[in-house]
C-alpha cells in the first residue's frame, strides 16, 4: 500500500494492482493445457514448440521439465512438496513476464564464426580510458574495464611520453585530460579482457612516440600479455585470421613505424606544410569542423585522420633522425593501419595480396558515402573500416552508427561513457551473437555480382518481411523507482514509444496510448514494420511517463536487434540511459514475422 498526500489536506491511498494476464495468454493457456486449470510439462514442450517458435529447433519433454521446475520454484518455495506438477493461468503468465525464462533474443553464440574478422562488426571504443568529457576528465583504466564487462572487443589507447620522457602515458593529447600509466591499462585488459567474451580483444595504438619510448611498450607489451598476444606470421597479412582461431588472444593494431629518414613525399613538401599537417592531424583534434567547401572531401579525410593510421611526416622525419625504429615494436602489429597515397578515392583501393585497416571521421565516412559508397563497401568486403567521432563531441557524444554498418565499416568507434539514443543502438546489435562482441555481417554486404558490383546502400529496396509487433503491458517499476520519482501526487502516467532504426527506408517510429495513473499499464497495442533490410534493423523501445507541466520523465528503454528476435510472446528486460539493466521493470510483448 502507498500514500500520496493531495494539497496537504488529505491523503490519497493506491494499491499496486496486478492485472490479470491478456486475452492472447489465456487463451494459449486454455488451448494447451487439458482442462484450462493445468498445464504439464508435456502441454508446455507443445506451446513452446508451436506458439514460441522453438528457436526452430525441437523442444525436448527434458528442457520442458526443467522449465516447470524452474517456475514452480520460483512461484512456490514448497515446490519440492507439492505433489502437483503442472502450472497453473498464473503460474503460465509469470512463465511469460520472466526475462530470464523467456527473453527476447537468444544468449548464445550461434553464428559461423571461422570467416576472417574483416566478415564481422566488431564492438569498438574509442578513447576508451576517459572517464568523462573529452577535454578534461581523468584518464584510467575503470572505464576500460567496464568496456570489457560489457563486452566490448576493441579498446582504444593513446600513447604519449611522460613529462621525463622516460615512461608511457595514456592520455588525450593537447589537451586537459589527466593521465594513467600504461601498464596499469594493460594489465587491466589482461585480468578483464575474457570474462564476458572468448573472442580476441584488439587494442589499437595511437602512437606518439619516439623509437626508443616504442621499444619499452613493446617490452610491456610482451611480458604482459605473453602467450595471449597473437604475432602474425608475416608482416603482409593476405587475409585477416578469424575470430575462432583467436579465442583468448590480444591483437595490437597500429600503424608501423617509419624505418627511413625521409621519404620522396616529404622532400615535396615545404616544412610550414607539413606542419600543418600535423597540426590537425590526431584522431581527436578538438578545433573547429573543416569548413564545407570545395576541397571539403579531402580535408575531412586527411585532418580527421586516426592518427595511428596517418602520423604526420614530419614528426616521423624528426623520430627516424634520432634513432632507427623498434623491430620488436613492429614485429607486435598483427593489424596494420596504412596512410595510404593521394585521397579518400585512393585509401579505398583494395589491395590482391595485403590486407590492412582505414581510419575515417564521421564526417568523412559520410562523405565517401556520398560519393564512394561502392568502393567503402568493396573496401570493408576484405579490409578492416573503423569510424569515429569529430573532434568537436568534446562531451564525449555519439554519432549514428547506421551508415558505418550500411556500408560495412566493422569498427564503428563509440565513446562508451557518451550516454544516449546512439549508444543504445551500439548496445543493441552488440546483444545480437550472444553478446560476444563480434556480429557477422549479413551476406548482402559480402557479395558482389559477375561486373563487381556489391550491395548499393543508396538504391530503393522493397519490403523483405514485415514485423508485426504487440505490446501487451509493463510492470515492475514501482520495484525500482520510489513511489514519488514520476508524479508527487499520484501513480505515473506511463506510454511506449517503438520503432526500428536502420536503413534509412525501414525507419519508424510509433507511440501507444498513455495509461494514466497505473504502475502496471495495461496498452494492448499492435504496430507492424515493413522492413527492407531487416538483417541491420533494431527494434528501439522506450517508456516514458507523461508530464504535463514538463519534459516527459524517462522510464526505462532497449534496443533490439530484429534478425535475433525470437518470436511468441517474450518477456522485454528494460535499461536505464546508461544501458544497465533494471531488475524489474519490463514489458510483456509479442513479436511475429508476416
Not at 503442472?86 to 523467456?102: G, I, M, Y
Request: glycine share 6%; aromatic share 10%.
Amino acid at each position: 500500500m502507498g500514500n500520496y498526500r493531495v494539497c496537504c489536506c488529505f491523503i490519497r491511498k493506491f494499491k499496486v494492482t496486478q492485472p490479470e494476464p491478456p486475452t492472447d495468454v489465456k487463451e494459449a493457456f486454455n488451448k494447451y493445457s487439458d482442462d484450462g486449470v493445468h498445464m504439464t510439462a508435456d502441454h508446455l514442450r507443445r506451446f513452446l514448440e508451436e506458439c514460441q517458435g522453438g528457436d526452430g529447433n525441437a523442444v525436448s519433454i527434458t528442457d520442458a521439465e526443467r522449465i516447470l521446475e524452474q517456475i514452480l520454484h520460483k512461484r512456490h518455495h514448497l515446490a519440492k512438496f507439492i505433489h502437483r506438477r503442472a502450472l497453473s493461468l498464473e503460474d503460465f503468465h509469470h512463465f511469460l513476464f520472466s526475462t530470464e525464462l523467456n527473453p527476447p533474443i537468444r544468449s548464445q553464440v550461434h553464428q559461423d564464426m571461422t570467416a576472417p574478422l574483416s566478415h564481422y562488426f566488431i564492438y569498438t571504443g574509442h578513447n576508451s580510458y576517459l572517464t568523462g568529457n573529452q577535454l578534461s576528465s581523468n584518464c584510467s583504466e575503470v572505464p576500460i574495464i567496464k568496456a570489457l564487462k560489457r563486452g566490448v572487443r576493441v579498446i582504444e589507447l593513446d600513447l604519449w611520453p611522460n613529462s621525463s620522457k622516460n615512461n608511457v602515458h595514456v592520455l588525450h593529447g593537447r589537451t586537459l585530460t589527466s593521465p594513467v600509466e600504461l601498464m596499469r591499462c594493460l594489465k587491466s585488459i589482461k585480468e578483464y579482457a575474457f570474462t564476458t567474451s572468448p573472442y580476441p580483444v584488439i587494442i589499437t595504438l595511437e602512437d606518439h612516440l619516439t623509437p626508443d619510448l616504442q621499444a619499452k611498450v613493446a617490452q610491456m607489451v610482451t611480458e604482459t600479455f605473453g602467450s595471449m598476444l597473437f604475432f602474425p606470421e608475416s608482416e603482409k597479412l593476405e587475409e585477416f585470421p578469424t575470430p575462432e582461431s583467436l579465442k583468448y588472444k590480444i591483437l595490437i593494431s597500429t600503424k608501423p613505424p617509419k624505418e627511413y629518414l625521409e621519404t620522396e613525399d616529404d622532400k615535396h613538401c615545404s616544412s610550414r606544410k607539413c606542419k600543418d599537417s600535423d597540426d590537425s592531424d590526431d584522431d581527436d583534434a578538438w578545433s573547429e569542423e573543416t569548413s564545407r567547401d570545395a576541397s571539403y572531401e579531402d580535408k575531412s579525410f586527411k585532418s580527421g585522420s586516426d592518427r595511428s593510421d596517418h602520423d604526420a611526416d614530419a614528426e616521423d622525419s624528426e623520430q627516424g633522425k634520432k634513432s632507427p625504429s623498434s623491430p620488436a615494436y613492429k614485429r607486435l602489429i598483427a593489424i596494420h593501419a596504412g596512410k595510404p597515397k593521394g585521397g579518400l578515392k585512393d585509401a579505398l583501393k583494395v589491395e590482391k595480396d595485403k590486407v590492412r585497416r582505414l581510419s575515417l571521421s564521421e564526417q568523412a565516412l559520410e562523405k565517401a558515402a556520398e560519393n564512394h559508397d561502392q568502393d567503402v563497401v568493396r573496401f570493408t568486403q576484405k579490409n578492416i573500416l573503423r569510424v569515429y567521432p569529430k573532434g568537436t563531441r568534446i562531451t564525449s557524444s555519439n554519432y549514428k552508427p547506421l551508415i558505418g554498418w550500411l556500408h560495412g565499416a566493422q569498427m564503428v568507434a563509440f565513446n562508451m561513457q557518451g550516454y544516449g539514443r546512439s549508444l543504445w543502438l551500439m548496445h543493441g546489435m552488440f546483444r545480437a551473437n550472444g553478446g560476444c562482441g563480434y556480429v557477422k555481417k549479413p551476406d548482402f554486404l559480402m557479395r558482389r555480382g559477375p561486373k563487381n558490383e556489391v550491395f548499393n546502400p543508396k538504391a530503393k529496396l522493397p519490403s523483405k518481411k514485415t514485423l508485426k509487433v504487440k505490446i501487451y503491458m509493463g510492470d515492475g517499476w514501482h520495484l525500482n523507482f520510489k513511489k514519488t520519482h514520476f508524479d508527487t501526487y499520484s501513480p505515473p502516467d506511463f506510454y511506449t514509444r517503438i520503432g526500428i532504426a536502420g536503413a534509412p527506408v525501414d525507419k519508424k517510429m510509433r507511440k501507444t496510448k498513455i495509461k494514466e495513473d497505473d504502475w502496471t499499464p495495461v496498452w494492448n497495442e499492435e504496430f507492424t514494420f515493413p522492413l527492407a533490410v531487416p538483417e541491420l534493423a533494431l527494434l528501439r523501445i522506450e517508456v516514458r511517463e507523461y508530464n504535463m507541466s514538463e519534459k516527459n520523465d524517462f522510464a526505462g528503454q532497449t534496443c533490439l536487434p530484429v534478425s535475433e528476435l525470437r518470436t511468441g510472446i517474450r518477456a522485454i528486460p528494460l535499461c536505464n540511459r546508461k544501458g544497465d539493466q533494471y531488475t524489474s521493470a519490463r514489458l510483456l510483448m509479442r513479436f511475429e514475422f508476416i
